[in-house]
């Protein structure tokens, strides 16, 4: 068991830059998620972790061992793949027994401990029956149990998991998040988890590292990310649906700020002037409302600014999803409950404004008042603090 | 339909069938005349065993007897060189098989697409060209005739095939099969044995057949840098030729043994070519 | 701090020194055999033939002398002469019935396997075998084929002291070692091929002479230029074959250069010339491939395939 840290850790491929000035501290035991959309780096900043890439610049600490030029096989981490990576001329037994028979690995594990030790872990992961079997004959998720449990046969330091459940079916898929974090739970290991999908993430981890492009857009725990998103990119990420993101432009209407965006006009109230008074040298925001924060009226008001056409309703339910054509664009609302309508009707809704994200059009950074600046900065994202 | 087309078939099952017959009868011919009497050839040709003459068994019993000890000689050494030389071919081509496929060579003069230059090139020079000038290296180095001398020679004879064979194999390996057991604790090398290897196996044993079928039927290097210990079967044959001629019926015997170990390497590859690699199951 | 720093350092070069040098032994072995079996051979060979030398004497510098020697050489010309037309002759026999007959394998349905390992035995022998047993099928006196050529009627053939047939026997040998070579390989061409192509060209009412020459001919092109290339190749370097059956003889009207090359340095102990012979049959074979390949180049450029 033991934290990990990356300090100012970047990675370049030739002209490309794959990791820029990665840092961030992963507690021991904690479980701590990567996430990001496809390219965004994840699977790069595991293989630096375990050891299988160099890093270009910066240091890796796994405990408080510095393990720049430790090769993979002296790292002590262990490893989902993606694809799972099983050997196919092993048996599930002899995959799970395969990293304790490592002849480097001290001490040397008796053929007596080698069976207990798999059966114990296949008991667990429900594939004790498995075990004669090759991995062509297994099917998704049992094959994903078997790389599960290869990394669990030994006890590591570290565990480093890469998008392990994306090729699984959906029941599966959700099946299978319960029981890894509990799994994580019982044994306590730290766990570093790559995954696209926010759910995952949310649902998961202990903390949740915001990758894209190779750059940590935002650091926080689960509720941190959702409730204050730190950019435009993250904020579209979370939530199902996703959150609505308009381009708006400000204006100074008498006495208040407006925001107008091609389809419509909002007032600002005064609780968000705040963040406003940020935005430098230029008006562009990103407006950004939660489908959950729009309220839908099949009668024109002065409380439901928005005009639109309904395109598609989803009744789900106990929710119902609309998606409405307003202007130029898609908008997203959910609803509790049933709500009758027609495809093209006439919808307005209306906005809680106090619940609104703003960002600077330009950065794609959340616009925050001065005081949280100066506080945030502070205690910066990198989660640690500082030295 | 009709005539026209089953006059066809007809027509094409003559031909292969007189293509088959051109192809057998001469062995059929050898090892009908490895059953006969010294008197029964110089009579003139027959061709049915028991019904054009009797069958008999001097020539085994001249292989078994007078000329035993350079028949055992030659034997053991073509299955000696053979064997150790493709071992090595092996061996070394699939190592070097394995960097090609996963490291990035740049010499000033080889770099990694330059391996199906070096194979054509190899293959092209005819081996009169090389053997004289190892015939005076071999004897300056007291090679001349040695096992030693002949299996490095057919080792350098038959690496290139083998690398071009498994080079394509090793290719095929997913990568990340080797970075899951550096992860698990393996270093280089033991990923290579462990994991690699195995999955090449196929590979590795058509490379090693074909090297073995190679080296067993090679003539001109035998011939000019052996004359007594390392002498292969081919060598010893021609000897027998020369000293003994006519006696057909010894020469049909030895001919038969000689094609013995060539034929079971031709149905293994057969089979092999059949077969499909089982690298599935790593998703 | 320095310390530090250094150890990381010398960790640093350590694994990278190790990483480098693993990759660098791994393509060494090879590397090593063909520069020694292989290079180094051919430059001392071509040292060699500018030299007199006698084996376990001493070497004596004579410039070309063994170049204008050989060249006019009857013996020396007349295995140049063969060596070119051996594959000359033999090739193009072999290519038509090698693919007539893959032509017809591929038709069957049952028992291919079977006729497959037959029609592919030939070339698993031997070589030196295979010339004993045609030495034997050729012999004057009681061997079976002047025999069977008497029974039908036709004159029989002085296979030894007749320079043509001496010549046409080994033609005949060859083409029964090798034509399974181009069976093999225009058979696993044949194999590869859509059916598609070859079903429209039925339901066109295509007759099969034109859906040969117009679909499986073209499709096959790549196949035939390998399999004419590697043949040839191989036959410039025929040996085993004609020491067996002929000896080089009559005289030394079959003999090839590699046999007149060895008879040479066996015969006089003087490896120069052995080794002038050597050299310029290595540049007829270099001129040769070359030829061909930019031929290749030029068909598969024009038949319509990139």
């Not at chain 1, 092993?90 to 080698?114: E, G, T």
């Not at chain 3, 013996?75 to 002469?81: G, I, K, N």
Request: charged share 15%; proline share 6%.
């Amino acid at each position: 068991m033991a934290s990990v840290r990356l300090v100012e850790v970047s990675k370049v491929y030739g002209s490309h830059t794959a990791l820029g000035d990665i840092s961030f501290d992963c507690v021991d035991g904690e479980f701590l998620a990567l996430l990001g959309s496809a390219g965004a780096g994840k699977t790069s900043l595991l293989k630096i972790i375990s050891g299988l890439e160099s890093v270009s610049s910066g240091e890796v600490y796994i405990g408080d061992r510095l393990v720049n030029e430790v090769p993979p096989e002296a790292r002590d981490t262990a490893m989902v793949f993606e694809t799972y990576s099983l050997y196919p001329h092993f048996s599930v037994f002899d995959n799970l027994a395969f990293p304790l028979r490592a002849p480097a690995r001290q001490p040397r594990v008796s053929s007596d401990q080698v069976r207990k030790q798999v059966q114990s872990v296949a008991s667990m992961l429900g594939i004790a029956d498995l075990l004669d079997r090759r991995p062509w004959q297994l099917s998704g998720g049992q094959r994903q149990r078997v790389a599960l449990g290869r990394a669990l046969v030994r006890d590591p330091k570290v565990f480093l998991m890469d998008e392990p459940i994306s090729h699984l079916d959906a029941k599966l898929r959700n099946y299978m998040r319960g029981e890894l974090k509990r799994v994580q739970k019982d044994i306590g290991i730290t766990t570093i988890y790559a995954t696209p999908d926010y759910k995952e993430a949310m649902g998961m981890a202990d903390h949740v590292v915001f990758l894209h492009e190779g750059v940590i857009h935002q650091y926080g725990t689960p509720s941190d990310i959702f409730e204050r998103p730190a950019s435009a990119l993250v904020a579209k990420m979370v939530g199902d649906p996703a959150m609505n993101l308009l381009e708006a432009r400000l204006s100074w209407v008498e006495d208040h700020f407006g925001l107008i965006t091609e389809a419509f006009a909002l007032d600002v109230p005064p609780l968000l002037t705040p963040l406003l008074q940020n935005l430098e040298g230029h008006d562009k925001v990103i407006l950004g409302v939660r489908p959950t924060d729009l309220i839908p009226s099949l009668e024109p008001g002065d409380d439901y600014p928005i005009a639109g056409r309904v395109h598609v309703f989803e009744p789900l339910g106990t929710s119902t999803v609309l998606t409405v054509r307003v202007g130029p664009t898609m908008m997203s609302i959910k609803v509790a409950g049933e709500l009758s309508v027609g495809f093209d009707d006439r919808i307005w809704l209306g906005v809680r404004m106090e619940n609104v994200h703003l960002f600077d059009a330009r950065t794609g950074r959340r616009l925050r008042p001065s005081s949280e600046e100066r506080k945030k900065e502070e205690t910066s994202h990198h989660g640690q603090s500082s030295s | 339909m009709g005539t026209a087309s089953s006059r066809a078939r007809w027509t094409r099952t003559a031909l292969l069938t007189l293509w088959i017959l051109f192809a057998l009868l001469p062995m059929y011919w050898t090892v009908v005349t490895a059953f006969k009497l010294p008197k029964a050839i110089y009579s003139g040709p027959s061709f049915i065993p028991g019904v054009d003459f009797k069958i008999s068994t001097l020539s085994w019993q001249t292989l078994l007897t007078e000329e035993r000890a350079n028949f055992i000689k030659g034997i053991l050494n073509s299955i000696v060189l053979a064997s150790v030389s493709s071992f090595l071919s092996v061996l070394f081509g699939a190592f070097a098989a394995y960097g090609l496929a996963r490291y990035k060579y740049d010499y000033k003069l080889f770099k990694n697409d330059d391996l199906g230059f070096l194979i054509v090139s190899q293959r092209i020079m005819p081996p009169i060209v090389s053997v004289l000038a190892l015939f005076i290296i071999f004897r300056t180095f007291g090679l001349l005739d040695t096992h030693v001398g002949m299996i490095l020679a057919y080792t350098a004879f038959n690496l290139p095939l083998a690398l071009y064979l498994l080079k394509d194999f090793f290719s095929g390996i997913p990568r990340e099969l080797e970075e899951a057991a550096a992860v698990d604790g393996y270093g280089k090398l033991d990923q290579i044995i462990r994991v690699v290897l195995p999955l090449t196996a196929p590979g590795l044993a058509a490379a090693y057949m074909l090297s073995f079928f190679f080296a067993w039927n090679e003539f001109l290097f035998a011939l000019m840098l052996t004359f007594d210990t390392a002498m292969t079967l081919p060598v010893i044959i021609t000897s027998w030729n020369t000293r003994m001629e006519p006696k057909w019926w010894f020469l049909s015997a030895v001919s038969i043994i000689a094609i013995i170990p060539p034929s079971i390497v031709a149905v293994l590859l057969d089979r092999f070519f059949m077969e499909r690699r089982f690298l599935r199951g790593t998703r | 701090m320095a310390i530090f720093s250094s150890a990381l350092a010398r960790r640093v070069i350590a694994s990278a020194q190790r990483r480098e040098i693993f990759k660098h032994l791994l393509i060494a072995p090879p590397l090593l055999f063909f520069g020694a079996f292989a290079i180094f051979p051919l430059l001392f060979t071509l040292w060699v033939s500018l030299n007199f030398w006698p084996v376990g004497g001493e070497h004596r510098f004579i410039a070309l002398a063994n170049y204008q020697h050989i060249l006019s050489d009857f013996s020396f010309r007349t295995s140049l002469r063969n060596n070119i037309l051996y594959p000359l002759i033999a090739v193009p026999l072999e290519y038509a019935l090698g693919f007539g007959v893959a032509l017809l394998i591929n038709q069957m349905t049952r028992g291919q396997r079977l006729i497959r390992l037959i029609a592919f035995m030939p070339m698993m022998l031997t070589p030196i075998v295979v010339g004993f047993i045609w030495k034997m099928l050729f012999y004057p006196t009681y061997g079976p084929i002047d025999f069977v050529l008497w029974r039908l009627g036709l004159p029989k053939v002085d296979w030894i002291t007749n320079a043509s047939a001496a010549f046409a026997s080994i033609v005949i040998t060859d083409i029964w070692q090798w034509t399974p070579f181009i069976i093999l390989i225009m058979l696993g061409g044949l194999r590869s091929l859509p059916v598609e192509p070859f079903e429209s060209a039925r339901v066109d009412g295509a007759s099969s002479w034109r859906i040969f020459w117009d679909v499986t001919f073209p499709m096959l092109l790549p196949y035939s230029i390998a399999a004419i290339v590697l043949r040839s190749i191989e036959a410039f370097k025929l040996f085993d074959i004609v020491l067996l059956i002929s000896g080089g003889g009559p005289g030394v009207s079959t003999a090839t250069t590699t046999l007149i090359a060895y008879f040479t340095s066996f015969r006089t102990g003087n490896m120069g010339p052995a080794a002038a012979m050597s050299v310029l049959l290595l540049i007829i074979v270099i001129v040769f491939s070359m030829t061909f390949l930019r031929i290749t180049q030029w068909v598969l450029a024009h038949s319509g395939r990139v």
